[in-house]
């Protein structure tokens, strides 16, 4: 059995037209490097990402994704390049062809349409789901307290946790307070939402349920950055899948051309670990793990 040629991937569909059809990127990233000490961590990354284009990142672990996500988050300061959020420079002002390090207040405001979901969960444990959600609509976006508390029931009933709404951290699975992160993060309006492998905590039972969601934010037209190990996700809902490796883009392109047609060595040679560490794909199946 060939393991990657029977790998599921997904077909075109009317979010990947109309993703391809937008002229201006909502992410534009160029020649972007990031050093920590005397280790370049990121050596000339270019990457565009459409609006509502799902990108999966995969890669090696220490080759830079979740350096990336963070700097497309402004949550780590890059060294050089662009990084460009709806066409407005992050980070940085130019003034009189000089660049300068923007005020923490332009920051927030190029990336008030940025959500980010982390690998741990990062809840408060003293407030309940709702809570936990509709905190940053009070104190970020000043809602009223009503409206921040209907805002953040919709948004746990989009995640399937809406009975869960009055129960504490300590009462939930993994996987209910990542959904419950996810709830957050949606719950500010974003443009683009940023997952650094929103899974990776969770026991391999509670996955799935994580997974249901992010594929119906795809399915639903949101424009999604995601750093992965679960490489059936990137198959089957990625628009676009990149490959980092040494903190470059080794391959970028659709799911078939990436995980059918690996024909760059190092590619390969990540894929077939991969596989060999997890061999669950069988002939024909639909979905991983299927019998």
């Known amino acids: 059995m060939n393991a990657l040629a029977d790998m599921p991937t997904s077909e075109p569909t009317a979010t ?129 307290r009503d409206d921040a508390r209907r805002r953040a029931h919709a948004m746990l009933e989009t995640v399937g946790l809406a009975h869960k709404a009055d129960a504490y951290p300590a009462k939930l699975s993994g996987g209910q307070q990542q959904r419950v992160a996810i709830a957050r993060a949606l719950a500010m309006e974003p443009h683009i939402m940023l997952f650094d492998e929103p899974t990776s905590a969770l026991d391999p039972e509670l996955v799935g349920e994580v997974l249901q969601v992010m594929k119906q934010l795809a399915r639903d037209g949101m424009t999604m950055a995601v750093v992965t190990h679960e490489m059936g996700f990137a198959a089957q809902v990625a628009d676009k899948v990149v490959f980092i490796d040494q903190g470059r883009i080794a391959v970028a392109g659709k799911p078939r051309e990436v995980f059918h047609d690996a024909g760059q060595p190092r590619l390969r040679q990540f894929l077939q670990n991969y596989f060999d560490r997890n061999a669950f794909w069988t002939q024909g199946a639909d979905e991983p793990g299927s019998p």
């Open 16 to 144: 990947t037209t109309a993703a391809q059809a937008s002229c201006a990127p909502l992410i534009e990233v160029r020649d972007l490097r990031k050093r920590f000490g005397e280790v370049d961590v990121l050596r000339g990354i270019d990457l565009e990402i459409a609006r509502s284009e799902v990108v999966c990142i995969i890669g090696p672990s220490g080759s830079g994704k979740s350096t990336l996500l963070r700097c497309l988050a402004a949550l780590e300061t890059y060294d050089q390049g662009d990084v460009r959020i709806e066409g407005e420079l992050l980070g940085y002002t130019e003034r009189n062809g000089k660049r300068m390090r923007a005020s923490q207040g332009e920051i927030n405001r190029v990336r008030r349409n940025v959500g980010m979901v982390f690998q741990q969960f990062n809840l408060w444990p003293h407030m309940t789901a709702l809570g936990n959600v509709m905190e940053a609509l009070l104190r970020v976006r000043h809602l009223p």
